[in-house]
T-cell receptor
Framework: AQSVTQPDIHITVSEGASLELRCNYS??????LFWYVQSPGQGLQLLLK??????LVQGIKGFEAEFKRSQSSFNLRKPSVHWSDAAEYFC????????FGTGTRLQVFP | KAGVTQTPRYLIKTRGQQVTLSCSPI?????VSWYQQTPGQGLQFLFE???????NKGNFPGRFSGRQFSNSRSEMNVSTLELGDSALYLC?????????????FGPGTRLTVL
């Protein structure tokens, strides 16, 4: 069965520090992969997506993610975190529906 | 272009009642999906409608139902509400079927069941 694992429930970083959020998926075929961000009381906003091609994907707000088929991973990165990045981040795999991970809550200290 | 809109934004009901939530997709989008978000279960897929037809359904009881109109607007209905139905219900629209199309999410409807 398809599944998405985000091993980190909560991550705290200092403003200006680099960030990596982990995502592992289980899916038999070539996956469609997504990262969404959710601010408190809001819906989900798409940060970036991978369908095929270049395994390093650039997204909005300075985020990028790298698809590694051998590791079944699609980790999200940002070189320098801003206080406004504090939110919950969801990785998802697209099959005939979106299957979401449990999310990683990011806290940013000034 | 206007985003996905959901009404109402907040709703309080009591056990046993029924509720109808509404979703207006982005203009031109033909697919509407519904998700339930709770602290315990996370984001779970309810169903997807495309061109007024239910294309896919998640693992929820029959108390949860939906429909889509010819203008792509969608409603979901929950009958005989239970305490566990308290959740944020998110609607998402996309141009085509979900699997390879980007989904745009609305702000959600927060349902509280007392």
């Amino acid at each position: 069965a398809q599944s998405v694992t985000q091993p980190d429930i909560h991550i705290t970083v200092s403003e200006g520090a680099s960030l990596e959020l982990r995502c592992n998926y289980s899916y038999g075929a070539t996956p469609y992969l997504f990262w969404y961000v959710q601010s408190p009381g809001q819906g989900l906003q798409l940060l970036l997506k991978y369908f095929s091609g270049d395994t390093l994907v650039q997204g909005i707000k300075g985020f990028e993610a790298e698809f590694k088929r051998s590791q079944s991973s699609f980790n999200l990165r940002k070189p320098s975190v801003h206080w406004s990045d504090a939110a919950e981040y969801f990785c998802a795999v697209g099959t005939d529906k979106l299957i979401f991970g449990t999310g990683t809550r990011l806290q940013v200290f000034p | 272009k206007a985003g996905v809109t959901q009404t109402p934004r907040y709703l309080i009901k009591t056990r046993g009642q029924q509720v109808t939530l509404s979703c207006s997709p982005i203009s031109g989008h033909r697919s509407v999906s519904w998700y339930q978000q709770t602290p315990g279960q996370g984001l779970q897929f309810l169903f997807e409608y495309f061109s007024e037809t239910q294309r896919n359904k998640g693992n929820f009881p029959g108390r949860f139902s939906g429909r889509q109109f010819s203008n792509s607007r969608s409603e979901m209905n929950v009958s005989t509400l239970e305490l566990g139905d308290s959740a944020l219900y998110l609607c998402a629209s996309s141009l085509g079927l979900v699997s390879y199309n980007e989904q745009f999410f609305g702000p959600g409807t927060r349902l509280t069941v007392l």
